[in-house]
């Protein structure tokens, strides 16, 4: 199984930051990575496909880039509802699996 | 409007089984590629399983914690997908949440989930 490695594990971030989180695969997983945001209480939602297409209705600041085994998912000018835990996955063979997620919190 | 209900969670011993279902709306189900995917309390999201449609082979894949124990179905009449769960352990207890799969490989929408608990 491919396994997946983000970091950091979680981060602190003031309103307005510029946050980067990283994930890693354990082999080529060409493009296929994609990234979704997990608030308490609620069910994930995904925010990029394929490394760097935004979803319909995701807001601009959100952007992802990468290829191979490596991507990063950035977050341009932080906003409160920003605040949340992110997880990647990988979408190039099953099982798809996921990474163990990065946590901003409020600084 | 998408909407996927699970149902059949609950307090199970270790060594026990459980039938999970998730009953489909809103989309076409006869096409939809089905999945579960859990979230231990306090933890990341771990897929369980993916099965295709009868069209793409109703093929099955499960992550290794769960091969040999779990069996996906589907019931197309009756728009609805199953997740049979024996040989239950302490570290199977979670929230088991139901998911289109809209395109390989992505998932959403989801379901809100049912909790298993599998506790002596």
């Known amino acids: 199984d491919i396994q997946m490695t983000q970091s950091p594990s979680s981060l602190s971030a003031s309103v307005g930051d510029r946050v980067t989180i990283t994930c890693r695969a354990s082999?080529?997983?060409?493009?296929?990575l994609n990234w979704y945001q997990q608030t308490p209480g609620k069910v994930p939602r995904l925010l990029i496909y394929?490394?760097?297409s935004l979803k319909s209705g995701v807001p601009s600041r959100f952007s992802g880039s990468g290829s191979g085994t490596d991507f990063t998912l950035t977050i341009s000018g932080l906003q409160p509802e920003d605040f949340a835990t992110y997880y990647c996955?990988?979408?190039?063979?099953?099982?798809?699996?996921f990474g163990q997620g990065t946590k901003v919190e409020i600084k | 409007e998408v909407q996927l209900v699970e149902s059949g969670g609950g307090l199970v011993k270790p060594g026990g089984s459980l039938r999970l279902s998730c009953a489909a709306s809103g989309f076409p189900f006869i096409d939809a590629w089905m999945n579960w995917v859990r979230q231990a309390p306090g933890k990341g999201l771990e897929f369980i399983g993916h099965?295709?449609?009868?069209?793409?082979?109703?093929?099955?894949d499960y992550a290794a914690p769960v091969k040999g124990r779990f069996t996906i179905s589907r019931d197309d009449s009756k728009n609805t997908v199953y997740l049979q769960m024996n040989s239950l352990k302490s570290e199977d207890t979670a929230v088991y949440h139901c998911?289109?799969?809209?395109?390989?490989?992505?998932?959403?929408?989801w379901g809100q989930g049912t909790l298993v608990t599998v506790s002596s």
């Open positions: 998911v289109w799969e809209s395109r390989p490989g992505e998932f959403g929408p």
């Open positions: 394929t490394a760097s």
């Open positions: 082999q080529s997983i060409s493009r296929n």
């Open positions: 099965i295709k449609s009868k069209r793409a082979g109703e093929t099955t």
């Open positions: 996955q990988q979408s190039y063979t099953l099982p798809w699996t």
